[in-house]
């Protein structure tokens, strides 16, 4: 117990000078970036929640285009992104969950969705604040700390991108932009 708790607090204070790492820098250099094709990697970070995913029996849609589709960001950052998302749609999923891809004009939107309780408007704008974990109905005997939204919204505000929530009607969607390479 006590080695499990020491784990858990050494990964808090390393996400903690990832993303204070990141906020002093102001951004992500341009010689830290990749270019990758996200749906590859959306997808192989799908496949590391295989376990837990028949373990709920949740019903999985992916949704990507026909063709790769390349960004150029920091792989790593972009990885721990839908990780993130990813670990709270299979935690929050009542049953189905729903990965898709899409482009458009000079942008790639990536939405991670799950069926379930929806997050009460009101506490919509403070979803992506840090140490912020929503009502009880919704983290019910849930672990964790607050932070993962917020890491979330840290990676992805420091490549000039933007997140979004959506929560209605027993659905809610997390959606991502990054640049998108012709």
């Known amino acids: 117990l006590v080695s499990d708790e020491t784990k858990r607090l050494s990964r808090l204070v ?8 990141l906020q002093d820098q ?7 970036k990749t270019q990758f094709d996200i749906e590859e990697c959306a997808g192989q970070v ?20 026909e063709h790769p589709v390349y960004t150029i960001a920091n792989q790593d ?10 670990d709270n749609a299979v935690k ?10 899409r482009t458009g ?17 009101q506490e919509l704008p403070l979803v992506f604040d840090r140490f912020h974990k929503l009502d009880k109905s ?20 420091a490549h000039g991108e933007d997140i979004s929530v ?7 969607s997390f959606i991502f932009t990054l640049p998108l390479c012709n």
């Open 138 to 157: 919704r983290t019910e005997n849930r672990d964790g700390w607050g932070l993962g939204l917020y890491i979330v919204k840290t990676i992805v505000c």
């Open 105 to 121: 004009g000079n942008r790639i939107y990536v939405t991670v969705s799950n069926s379930g309780k929806t997050i009460p408007s």
């Open 77 to 86: 950052y972009i990885t721990q992104v839908v990780y993130n998302l990813l």
């Open 14 to 21: 390393r996400s903690m000078l990832d993303i204070s790492r």
């Open 26 to 32: 102001g951004g992500i250099p341009d010689e830290k």
């Open 92 to 101: 929050f999923s009542d049953g189905d969950l729903h990965l898709t891809v």
């Open 46 to 65: 799908l496949i590391t929640f295989e376990q837990k995913i028949l373990q709920k029996g949740v019903n999985v849609e992916v949704d990507f285009p």
């Open 166 to 172: 959506e929560s209605s009607n027993g659905m809610t």
